[in-house]
């Protein structure tokens, strides 16, 4: 795994970061930058912080190529993409423990004027009354639909819808399983993870409250065979190995959204 593509182009957005900033100095200290020039240098800006945040993780040079070559481009402008209300690309991420708030979070830095809508922040308190207690494990059933409060995610969603943005990113566990939420989005994908591999990133995980022992094999793990049962025969949703990477899934999703809004 190697960064040296991404630090390289790094260090020459810095240095013309440098070289515009020091270009304003003037003898009549009067430049008067058209729409264009301003454009220029908003993208240029918006390059360096991506560049700077992916330059200090992980990447292989083959993903660096291809990361550079979108965010030198279209990706890069600090323009919104112009889409109509309809056309507007709301793509979704599934199933547990599966990289999906990564991926979306790295999807926010590759996108202009995007929005995005995590189903963890939907969950009732627990002493609301509407989750469901196991008493033999101690603990409350956080993988069910109940537990979510649905109706409002759905309506935030809907009236993001009415604003401008050219993308929403919605991501969460059962997304594609409440269909008032599902109907609103144009790309749809469900990453699917085998047991032990589900298994071993739960348990990398640390939560506010840590899982009893045997959660994962009496609750989650058959809940998230339930929710991918439920959506299987949809013919509109894309089903990802969530197991190939990050790298690999961020590039074939903005594969698909480049389709989309191109």
């Known amino acids: 795994m190697s960064n ?4 390289k182009a790094l260090q020459t957005f810095e240095s013309e970061e440098t070289s ?3 270009g ?3 003898k009549s200290g009067k430049i008067k930058r058209k729409k264009a020039e301003a454009d220029k240098k908003s993208a240029a800006k918006r390059t360096l912080k991506i560049l700077k945040v992916l330059s200090a993780k992980p990447i292989s040079q083959e993903a660096a190529s291809r990361v550079l070559e979108s965010y030198r481009g279209k990706l890069a402008k600090d323009q919104p993409a112009k889409l109509s209300q309809e056309e507007q690309s709301v793509f979704t991420e ?3 423990n599966n990289g999906k708030t990564s991926l979306a979070h790295r999807l926010l830095l590759g996108l202009s004027n995007c929005k995005c809508f995590s189903q ?12 469901i207690f196991l008493p033999e494990l101690n603990q ?3 993988e069910t639909l109940s537990a979510l409060d649905m109706d409002k995610m759905t309506s935030d969603v ?3 819808l009415l604003k401008p943005f050219s993308i929403i990113v919605v991501e969460g566990f059962t997304i594609l399983n409440h269909p008032p939420l599902r109907e609103l989005f144009n790309l749809k994908y469900f990453f699917t993870l085998p047991y032990k591999e589900c298994l071993r990133r739960r348990q990398s995980r640390i939560y506010n409250t840590p899982d009893p022992p045997s959660y994962f ?3 989650l793990w058959p809940h998230y065979r339930r929710h991918l049962g439920e959506v299987t025969h949809l013919k509109d949703i894309t089903f990802l190995d969530g197991s190939i990477g990050l790298a690999s899934l961020f590039h074939v999703i903005m594969s698909d959204v480049n389709q989309r809004i191109n």
Request: hydrophobic share 30%; charged share 40%; proline share 0%.
């Open 4 to 7: 040296a593509l991404l630090r």
């Open 20 to 22: 515009t900033k020091s």
């Open 24 to 26: 304003k100095k003037t």
């Open 94 to 96: 599934e199933d547990f």
């Open 120 to 131: 963890d922040d939907y969950y009732y308190k627990e002493d609301s009354g509407k989750l």
């Open 140 to 142: 409350f059933n956080w």
């Open 158 to 160: 809907q009236e993001a």
């Open 217 to 219: 094999d009496l609750i």
